[in-house]
């Protein structure tokens, strides 16, 4: 009788031991562009439901360029874009005199380490139903399981698929998985953070989250950590507020890249003086940087390919050269972002949910550079050391 007790007894403690060893599972959702203050219309019931139970920030504050791919690249890092390479959407490189866009996916372009490197070096798979950076052309830089970017895939799909991964044996199931949703970027962009359509792409975003819960729910996988994140937010524009920049630089030859909220100049190198000073003589409703003097809390003057002068727009304001003009009075859209991402406009959502994270808990504005050493800490695992994020500003997040 003794022996059968402690034989049991035993037993217990082994399997305790094995659970316990096994790593947690989190899931890194992005909702493109879901301003963090969406979820104050009251139209979230959902969302709301997890930020009662989980964790919420006030805001998540993007990096600067407040776009896409630099901020997804940086949660995924914890690096700022101009330590990690994608300054942009798109750029110009100008050694290899070729053009980075979205759908390129040579490593060389994409510096640091993303988290599902740093995971799988540590024996934890991972997987992604899509996220910038997680389709590289070399193997070890990608999650195991990946998909290919498809913008028309249903979200309702997405979630299925990721149910499935959860469903893997235990030797192939990955423990941390991305997923991606573009329905609010999309909608804001075309009418504005103030319509009634943001409004129904909000709720939108809300019925995919009910749905993510209760697919997880049915599938006993209740114990997941959920973290929800957007990559920046959005701001009215308008058609009266462009800025011809090529038109006033005409006759000095130079070279523009982007459009909109920012703007980056390369001169002829002996014209460089005369461009900039005619800059600041035309400054108005933007500011010029010569590319090492801008300020340093935008953190944006590290990577050469970022050019000789960066051009910021304030907010609601559009620089373009002839090219982009065109394209904004042929296809007006009525939102943007990419602005100084110190505004509140350019803010996204932090929302953390699951046993790893303090309940019924509200804080502050919380960096996005951050999230990488904290996805290390719940894995209990080392993050790169040349990383920009730090664990002292979001570790009080987690339960203790
Ligand atoms: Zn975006």
New binding site residues.
Partial sequence: MRKKFILILALILISITVYSQQPPTVILVSF??FRWDYLHRGITPNLQKIIDNGVHALSLQPSFPS??FP?HYSIITGMYPQNHGLISNSFYDHVEKDWYGMRRNENEWYLGEPFWQTAQRNGILAASYFWPGSEQDIESRRPKYFKAYNHDEPYLNRIDGVIEWLKYSEDKRPNFITLYFHDT?SYGHEFGPNSPEINESIKRIDSVTAYLISSLKDNKLSDVNLIFVS??GMTEISRERIINIEEMLSGYNCFFEDSGPLMRITPPSEKLEEVFDLLKKNEKNFTAYKRKDVPKHFNYSNHPFIGDIVLIAEMGWSLADNRALKRMERNYSKGD?GYDNHNTDMHGIFIAYGPKFKSSYKTGTLLNIDIYPLLCKIFEIDPRSNIDGSLDRIEFILND
């Fill in positions: 493109d562009g776009k896409t901020n970027d990559d920046h972002h």
